[in-house]
C-alpha cells in the first residue's frame, strides 16, 4: 500500500534552513507528481509546493517562493523540501502527498521556528 514518511523537521531559529525529507513506497513513484501541504495548528491544512513525475515543473505557494526548494529523486523514491530564511510564520506539521484517486498522506514532521 501507499506509504508516505516524512523526515527532517525540529526547531530552527528564524532565518535557518532545515531539508524536510519523503520517501515514498507502495507505488510507481516516477508515475505521479508529489506535493508537500503544511498545517498550522488551529488552521486548515494549505499548499506548500508541487513538483511533477520528472521535476521539469515545480510549482510554489507565494509565502515560500524564492525561500524553499523542492526536488525528487526518481532513482531512490524521495522528495526534499530544502526550506531557508525561515519565518516563524512557517512554524506548522509539514505533509507529503500524492492523490491516485484520493489523497495519501504522511504522518507529518513538525517544523517549529522560533527563538
Known amino acids: 500500500q501507499v506509504q508516505l514518511v516524512e523526515s527532517g523537521g525540529g526547531l530552527v531559529q528564524p532565518g535557518g534552513s532545515l531539508t524536510l525529507s519523503c520517501a515514498a513506497s507502495?507505488?510507481?513513484?516516477?508515475?505521479?507528481?508529489m506535493n508537500w501541504y503544511r498545517q498550522a495548528q488551529g488552521k486548515q491544512r494549505e499548499f506548500v509546493a508541487s513538483?511533477?513525475?520528472?521535476?521539469?515543473?515545480?510549482n510554489y505557494d507565494d509565502s515560500v517562493n524564492g525561500r524553499f526548494t523542492l526536488s525528487r529523486g526518481n532513482a531512490k523514491n524521495t522528495v526534499a523540501l530544502q526550506m531557508n530564511s525561515l519565518k516563524p510564520e512557517d512554524t506548522a506539521v509539514y505533509y507529503c502527498?500524492?492523490?491516485?484517486?484520493?489523497?495519501?498522506w504522511g504522518q507529518g514532521t513538525q517544523v517549529t521556528v522560533s527563538s
Open positions: 502527498n500524492m492523490w491516485e484517486g484520493r489523497d495519501y
Open positions: 513538483i511533477s513525475v520528472h521535476g521539469d515543473n515545480i
Open positions: 507502495g507505488f510507481t513513484f516516477i508515475h505521479y507528481p
